[in-house]
């Protein structure tokens, strides 16, 4: 269950989510039948329309419907959701009530989806991609709580496209509010980077830019591309975000290392293991200390800021790995398909990709969360 912290910021005029129960589908979808999206994100102009537009004359299998998520800054009240699917294109006009991106979109956006999926079948997958100066946070967020409510929708995994040429420009590109750029957050949150435009640059600006995404993401899988061709099968069904990606998770952070600030001046990725098991409240304080109540500090005292977070972890009387997801504040915590082996050693393993980590401290609240409980009860 994707677990969200109160909200606390007032969201006004909310609409209500109707048609909850409708005919009598009350058994949740299966896997199967539910639908993957995918997110495409990625900077101005970096060849995410080029993606899809590679991907709609590939795929011939599936039927895919194509969002273009012009949701975003700026105060227009009305935005378009263009459906395009076998080159047919749909419109829809969605109202935003006000300027807040997650409230609108979720309460308008997937209904919009939806609404389309009853009027014009089924679709098979679904492809949605953000304008560059997208969070892709915000959005993958209303897909996973939506999952919450029965939707037959699911996360499948976030694709983040980087201009070879100018990548490490945005990346260095400093906010006045000294937020994390965007750029930045969508190389941290992304299960798959394609660097594009590799045309336009050397061998050594390749090199450059591959080890600045590097260094921020120390988990996700780096393609390259000319005219965002790749193969598809790289794209498509990562199941990036359920516990059918255990198995391949569990190989992944096997190659995780921690990163070092390269760039931006903070933004890693920090792994560690733990031997032992873990309980499921104790596993709980420590990333709710994090994620929602920051008080988890460095040395110099700045609270831990996390974008991404990925584990497999044990939690004692579960015969399986748990899974433990997490963007921004939502996580996530599921039980794989991978059971724990009579003679395998319990262990606790975790990535976290962010600002002001600090991985010696990560381990010592880890160690203290676990520690704590266990001698009180
Ligand atoms: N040289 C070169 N140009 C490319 C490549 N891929 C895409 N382009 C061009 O780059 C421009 C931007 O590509 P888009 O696919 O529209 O980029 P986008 O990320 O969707 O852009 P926005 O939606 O405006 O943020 C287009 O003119 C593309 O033809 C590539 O590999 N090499
Ligand atoms: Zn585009």
Same mark, same amino acid.
């Given at each position: 269950?994707?677990?969200?912290?109160?909200?606390?910021?007032?969201?006004?005029e909310?609409?209500?989510?109707?048609?909850?129960a409708?005919?009598?589908?009350?058994?949740?979808?299966?896997?199967?039948?539910?639908?993957?999206?995918?997110?495409?994100?990625?900077?101005?102009?970096?060849?995410?329309t080029?993606?899809?537009n590679?991907?709609?004359?590939?795929?011939?299998?599936?039927?895919?419907a194509?969002?273009?998520?012009?949701?975003?800054?700026?105060?227009?009240?009305?935005?378009?959701?263009?459906?395009?699917?076998?080159?047919?294109?749909y419109? =829809?006009?969605?109202?935003?009530?006000n300027?807040?991106?997650?409230?609108?979109?979720?309460?308008?956006g997937?209904?919009?989806?939806?609404?389309?999926?009853?009027?014009?079948?089924?679709f098979?997958?679904i492809?949605?991609?953000?304008?560059?100066?997208?969070?892709?946070?915000?959005?993958?967020?209303?897909?996973?709580?939506d999952?919450?409510?029965?939707?037959?929708?699911?996360?499948?995994?976030i694709?983040s496209?980087?201009?070879?040429?100018?990548?490490?420009?945005?990346?260095?590109? =400093?906010?006045?509010?000294?937020?994390?750029?965007?750029?930045?957050?969508?190389?941290?949150?992304?299960?798959l980077?394609?660097?594009?435009?590799?045309?336009?640059?050397?061998q =050594?600006?390749?090199?450059?830019?591959?080890?600045?995404?590097?260094?921020?993401?120390?988990?996700?899988?780096?393609?390259e591309?000319?005219?965002?061709?790749?193969?598809l099968? =790289?794209?498509?069904?990562?199941?990036?975000?359920?516990?059918?990606?255990?198995?391949?998770?569990?190989?992944k952070?096997?190659?995780?290392?921690?990163?070092?600030?390269?760039?931006?001046?903070?933004?890693?990725?920090?792994?560690?293991?733990?031997?032992?098991?873990t309980?499921?409240?104790?596993?709980?304080?420590?990333?709710?200390?994090l994620?929602?109540?920051?008080s988890v500090?460095?040395?110099?005292?700045?609270?831990?800021?996390v974008?991404?977070?990925?584990?497999?972890?044990?939690?004692?009387?579960?015969?399986?790995?748990?899974?433990?997801?997490g963007?921004?504040?939502?996580?996530?915590?599921?039980?794989?398909?991978?059971?724990?082996?009579?003679d395998d050693?319990?262990?606790?393993?975790?990535?976290?990709?962010?600002?002001?980590?600090d991985?010696?401290i990560?381990?010592?609240?880890?160690?203290?969360?676990?520690?704590?409980?266990?001698?009180?009860?």
């Open positions: 269950m994707a677990q969200a912290p109160m909200e606390e910021e007032e969201c006004p909310l609409v209500p989510i109707e048609d909850q409708v005919g009598g589908e009350e058994a949740e979808p299966s896997h199967s039948t539910k639908i993957p999206v995918t997110i495409i994100t990625g900077y101005l102009g970096a060849g995410k080029t993606l899809l590679y991907i709609l004359t590939e795929q011939h299998t599936k039927r895919i194509v969002i273009l998520n012009e949701f975003g800054e700026g105060s227009a009240l009305e935005k378009s959701l263009a459906i395009s699917q076998g080159g047919e294109l419109e =829809e006009w969605l109202e935003l009530r300027g807040c991106l997650c409230c609108s979109v979720k309460d308008n997937l209904k919009a989806i939806e609404n389309l999926m009853q009027k014009k079948g089924k098979d997958y492809l949605l991609e953000t304008t560059g100066l997208a969070d892709p946070g915000a959005v993958a967020s209303m897909f996973w709580v999952a919450e409510l029965g939707s037959d929708i699911y996360l499948d995994g694709v496209v980087v201009d070879a040429k100018y990548g490490l420009q945005h990346l260095t590109e =400093e906010k006045s509010d000294g937020l994390i750029n965007e750029a930045t957050r969508q190389i941290a949150l992304a299960d980077i394609i660097i594009n435009k590799t045309d336009l640059i050397s =050594e600006e390749l090199n450059k830019i591959r080890t600045a995404v590097r260094s921020i993401n120390g988990l996700v899988k780096i393609l591309s000319q005219r965002s061709r790749v193969d099968c =790289e794209v498509l069904d990562l199941h990036a975000f359920d516990s059918l990606s255990g198995i391949s998770l569990q190989k952070l096997q190659h995780v290392q921690t990163t070092h600030p390269h760039l931006d001046k903070s933004i890693v990725t920090v792994t560690f293991e733990m031997l032992g098991n309980t499921e409240e104790n596993l709980n304080e420590f990333i709710q200390n994620l929602w109540e920051r500090k460095d040395k110099a005292g700045h609270p831990m800021e974008i991404r977070l990925k584990g497999l972890v044990s939690i004692k009387d579960k015969s399986h790995q748990v899974i433990v997801q963007v921004h504040e939502l996580y996530d915590l599921e039980e794989t398909m991978v059971s724990w082996k009579e050693e319990r262990t606790n393993r975790l990535v976290l990709i962010g600002r002001n980590l991985k010696d990560l381990k010592q609240v880890f160690i203290a969360t676990m520690t704590e409980k266990q001698e009180n009860s």
